[in-house]
């Protein structure tokens, strides 16, 4: 089983729509989680951490689900500009570890 | 968070000869790490470069095929060896745990390499 599983998609939606992604990590010691962002032949950026008692960041909502071992990020009111890969990450044991990534959910917004 | 230069951002290679991929920090980073990326995949951890001694290899990747430097803190390089069209991707390095005290990961622009 994979550490971290992710719906590629594509999505593909209106602009101004609500679009929910959702990522699942397979080992329970999994102690953070990230949010990236990847545009077409760029490197990825992070877009937001996802803390465990949720976080929002403008339009952008990211959940954690322990028992369930998911998070799931939201995006409100989409924008053109939101059209890309979102790759869910995920760090077990040390801090500063590893990153375990999902691979990709497309995301693309359309007029 | 810190920025990482990447170079070179893409070159076209022979198959057999090698390239070494450079990535200069700038600030120092506790940990550094290669990654590769096939088109329309996740990245796939190649190594974890430690300052100063061998690097910790992921399965499926070996030290003759990969050789990686990070002589310290802020810089690192990956060769890729003996090269066939197979290793034909995009490299990454990235960096975690900088100077400003964040400790997401930040990605150097990626080398994209093909491989004829």
């Known amino acids: 089983r994979k550490e971290v599983e992710q719906d590629p998609g594509p999505f593909n939606v209106p602009e101004g729509a609500t679009v929910a992604f959702n990522c699942t990590y397979s080992?329970?010691?999994?102690?953070?989680f990230f949010w990236y962002r990847q545009d077409c032949r760029k490197e990825p950026k992070l877009l937001m951490s996802?803390?465990?008692s949720g976080n929002e960041d403008g339009r952008f909502t990211a959940q954690l689900n322990r028992a369930s071992q998911y998070i799931s990020l939201l995006i409100r009111d989409s924008k053109l500009s939101d059209s890309a890969t979102y790759l869910c990450?995920?760090?077990?044991?040390?801090?500063?570890?590893?990153?375990?990534f999902g691979r990709g959910t497309q995301l693309t917004v359309w007029p | 968070s810190a920025v990482i230069s990447q170079k070179p951002s893409r070159d076209i290679c022979q198959r057999g000869t090698s390239l070494t991929i450079q990535c200069q920090v700038d600030?120092?980073?506790?940990?550094m790490f290669w990654y590769r990326q096939q088109p329309g995949q996740s990245l796939t951890l190649i190594a974890t470069?430690?300052?100063?001694?061998?690097?910790?290899?992921e399965s499926g990747f070996v030290i003759d095929k990969f050789p990686i430097s990070r002589p310290n803190l802020t810089f690192s390089t990956l060769t890729v060896s003996n090269m066939s069209p197979e290793d034909s991707s995009i490299y990454l390095c990235?960096?975690?745990?900088?100077?400003?005290?964040?400790?997401?990961?930040?990605f150097g622009q990626g080398t994209r390499l093909t491989v004829v």
């Open positions: 990450a995920v760090t077990r044991g040390s801090t500063l570890g590893r990153l375990y």
């Open positions: 080992n329970s010691a999994s102690q953070s």
């Open positions: 996802v803390y465990s």
């Open positions: 600030s120092q980073v506790t940990m």
């Open positions: 470069a430690n300052q100063g001694s061998e690097a910790t290899y």
């Open positions: 990235s960096g975690r745990g900088s100077e400003r005290g964040n400790t997401e990961a930040f």
